[in-house]
């Protein structure tokens, strides 16, 4: 069992930075591959980032490249979220999730979710 918690979240203006983190608790997150994912309302459930066990691996929706920088420090049992040039679109609820082995950008791939932190970018 994990428990994941996410922070981070708030109000920017377009253009803005924000970085969010996911702690998680329960078992090592050494473990796991883990995920960024948003849902904006009336919208599916995306992944924006992904990122391997070992950290040396990290994908990406199109959505987001060159601008979102997932990371994970294991000694902190804690993923991130580094969101440069925001966007109005970019609004979403941002939830962290982990999976067994190989990161993938699939949700139903995912064990274990946070409760979500709110992200909204005013234009």
């Known amino acids: 069992q994990v428990q994941l918690v996410e922070s981070g979240g708030g109000l920017v203006q377009a253009g803005g930075s924000l970085r969010l983190s996911c702690a998680a608790s329960g078992r090592t997150t050494s473990t796991y591959a883990m995920g960024w994912f948003r849902q904006a309302p009336g919208k599916e459930r995306e992944c924006v980032a992904a990122i391997s066990r070992s950290g040396g691996s990290t994908n990406y929706a199109d959505s987001v490249k060159g601008r979102f920088t997932i990371s994970r420090d294991d000694a902190k049992n804690t993923v991130y979220l580094q969101m440069n040039s925001l966007k109005p679109e970019d609004t979403a609820v941002y939830y962290c999730?982990?999976?067994?082995?190989?990161?993938?950008?699939?949700?139903?791939?995912?064990?274990?979710w946070g409760q979500g932190t709110q992200v909204t970018v005013s234009s």
């Open positions: 999730a982990v999976k067994r082995w190989v990161a993938t950008m699939n949700a139903n791939e995912y064990d274990y």
